[in-house]
């Protein structure tokens, strides 16, 4: 019997999210779609719906190093993202665990709060983002008012994403993915991809009208996570993740829930 191409391992680390819209249940889901296999190393445990966070509480980092370390001490994990991190030691903890696996890309997907306005990273915790995990990552995939919160810069105009990624950029030497999904533009979403060596490129799609947005920043830093553990490019796996969640837009499967729905793609 002929095999199959064996599916590509990705390792996500991230919160877990009771009602499934974001986190890591939306990072499985996405990557188990895409073809890949989803381990999980799970760094917060929040009770959620689809009306906002009512209670959350940070693992022990150790426990999340215990989990990243059976991961990947066994499974030949061919791509990582981080999702929420909450906290300094939090990040320190994730940063000292990978630090012995430099070479499986890393998707950092900076994750500062929840839209329905729980914090989950205070300053201090950005700090350590900046100076011990994002010089390690593949990409860093912010929002406008991430990347707010990481450079100190307001972001209000496609002009300051571009500057401020740029500065970002420049600071980690990682490559940066500014998602426009907060921008002012109601008729396209553009997104600024800038690779390591300077060079930026824009990529555009009709916004999708949906109030179903929960989570699309986790689905677009998993997609991207589980191309790159196959082999692709950075530029191909930001269109192919971009081409997903808008799938997933689209579907808006779950339309009828209250409050803020997940992008979810259903069954194919
Ligand atoms: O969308 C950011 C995010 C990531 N991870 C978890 C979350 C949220 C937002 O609510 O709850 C677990």
Known sequence: MRGRKPAPLVLTIAGSDSGAGAGVQADARTIHALGGYACTAITAI?????????????????????????????????AIKTGLLPGTAAVRAVARA???????????????????????????????????????????????????????????????????AKHLA??????????????????????????????????????IPTDNTHGTGCVLSAAIAVELAGGAGLEHAVNTARAFLQRSLRANRLARWGGNGPAFPGTR
């Open 170 to 207: 420049d600071e980690c030497g990682s490559a940066v993915l500014v998602k426009g999904g907060h921008a002012p533009d109601r008729r396209q979403c553009r997104d600024l991809l800038l690779t390591g060596d300077g060079r930026g490129r824009w990529f555009s799609s009709p916004r």
């Open 46 to 78: 929040t009770a959620q719906n689809t009306r906002g966070v009512m209670a959350w509480r940070a693992v022990a980092p150790a426990l999340v190093a215990a989990q990243i370390d059976a991961v990947l001490s066994d499974l030949p994990i061919a």
């Open 98 to 164: 990978l630090a012995r696996f430099p070479h499986v890309p890393l998707v950092v997907d900076p994750v500062v709060g929840s839209t329905s306005g729980t914090r989950f990273l205070g300053s201090a915790g950005l700090r350590a983002l900046r100076r011990d995990l994002l010089p390690r990552a593949t990409l860093v995939t912010p929002n406008w008012p991430e990347l707010e919160a990481l450079t100190a810069r307001a972001v209000t105009t496609f002009a300051e994403a571009e500057a401020a």
